[in-house]
């Protein structure tokens, strides 16, 4: 099998590296290799440029080539893509797509369709590719309809290389909204690395051997936080990540070079990728059998959802008792004291009581709305008055409504009722402590990381908040304990695990580049992430400020 897939990926990684992105080249070399073979094109115009990746108005071309299963319906189909950059950083994995495909055609025992994919500017062209073959537009891209199609897809591998010296094999998971494929897809993936004998790796860390020692432990934890960071960002980090929204199992191998003293040919990547898809098309029905919530410290080690999910139900189940305990005080008579004789006077909530605690719910969430909605809008005024960038003007423009929304607001039921009452912060820290408890709880069946960080930093601050706490001390705990805050510390945590730590400055930037990214993926691709944190999020925790400063 050696002999006949190496000729044919020095064959194809040569024109690949001359030639960039030819797209009628690719159209030739696909349909030579006896593939059907169509393009479709697409543009897409971002709310601001992405300075990240130096681009604005998006335009490109998807090719794909479509081998027909000769044993089977035609009723199923896999996919094998490999993202084409502008800067030709994976020509080699382009390459070795080509190569596949000659090798895949002169076998006989497919029994599934198999879909090779290139898809110009990364998750932009997968996004155009994968609504346009499930007749979706979702995020309002432009693109024209595909003139082929295939079966249903089952599984998809995404590839990506971007070294000539491959040393090991690297998995992505985490896809859109912190969605992951069946762990039978990693489990599938370490069994022929293993196999083949091919160095692998997840989130970019080597395996270790020595469980039972504190070095093995503390090895396990990082690897583990890694992903949670990672899941927790809602952002897809692979092509593959698209392709969960479809309920299609998908991951990305991603070839890094870090470890010298190991070092992968082509060739072998081309048998651990036929292997796989071999297996996968072997399968009767969809991958189901194993977890679809999972941690995995290692490859080889995984953390169901009932050892994990009880750790967040202890958090939320302080809110719970702390409303109870509320809803209790609430209703006990208050003691009315003249001359020592005492008299029971029922506690009653009338309009104006309603209102002084409707009032801060409210403009909370108007607040909340306006941090969704205005950094994209008003960025050509800020452009025109200001002398920073579009991009930049959203990122300034969004942590100016969040910095503003701790001053509007505060004490805003005394617009409508004059002071509050005792009874009336109650009544708002009631409503805020079980609001906190729903949206935390909805957030983890959706995103189990995003919602066990924000119940870290929001539970303690929600549980202990009152009115009577010193103001100055409390106030500086709770803007600790902010989503804004929580963020921040999040990109310190991520680049100290990822072994690459940086100076304040630099977080800050790296920060500034996170909401600004946060955004963008909310508009391109769909991600909740920010919506929640701007609408959800956030006017809850205003909430909490209000009770502090209520008089």
Known sequence: RSEHITPILAHHLLFIVLMGMPVEWLVKTMQARGLEVFTQ???????????????YMVRGTNIYGILRAPRAPRTEALVLSAPCSPDNSNNQAVGLLLGLAQYFRSQIYWAKDIIFLVNEHDLIGMQAWLEGYHHTNITGMDYTPLQGRAGSIQAALSLELSSDVITSLDLVLEGLNGQLPNLDLANLFHAFCQKIGVLCTIQGKLQRGD??????????????????????????????????RYHIEAASVRGINSFRQYKTDATTIGRLLEGMFRKLNNLLERLHQSYFFYLMPSLTHFVSIGYYMPAFGLLATILLLRALDLWVQLGTPAQVTEDGAGEVEPVSINNQGVLSVLT???????????????????????????????????????????????????????????EGTEQGWRVLKLVALLYLAVLLGC???????????????????????????????????MVLLSPGCTLLYCVFIFQELQEAPVTLPEGWMLFLSVISQGILDHSLYGSLVYPLLALLIYPCWLLLWNIL???
């Open 360 to 418: 801060p719910v409210v403009i909370s969430h108007l607040t909340g709305v306006a941090l969704y909605t205005l950094p994209v809008l008003s960025q050509e005024t800020a452009v025109e008055h200001f002398p920073v960038s579009e991009t930049e003007a959203v990122v300034l423009t969004a942590i100016a409504i969040y910095t503003a929304g701790l001053a509007l607001p505060h004490n805003t039921h005394r617009f409508i009722s004059g």
């Open 41 to 55: 094109s697409f543009t897409r115009t971002l709310p601001f440029p992405d300075e990240n990746k130096e681009r």
């Open 443 to 477: 957030t983890a069946l959706i995103n189990f990381s995003l919602g066990f960080i924000l119940a870290i930093t929001l539970v303690p601050a929600a549980a202990c908040v009152t009115p009577h706490m010193p103001k100055a001390l409390t106030a500086l705990a």
């Open 211 to 244: 469980w039972d020692t504190a070095e093995g432990y503390t090895h396990a934890v990082q690897t583990m936080m890694l992903m949670v960071l990672k899941q927790a960002s809602g952002r897809p980090w692979g092509d593959h990540g698209l392709f969960l």
């Open 549 to 551: 400063f209520w008089k």
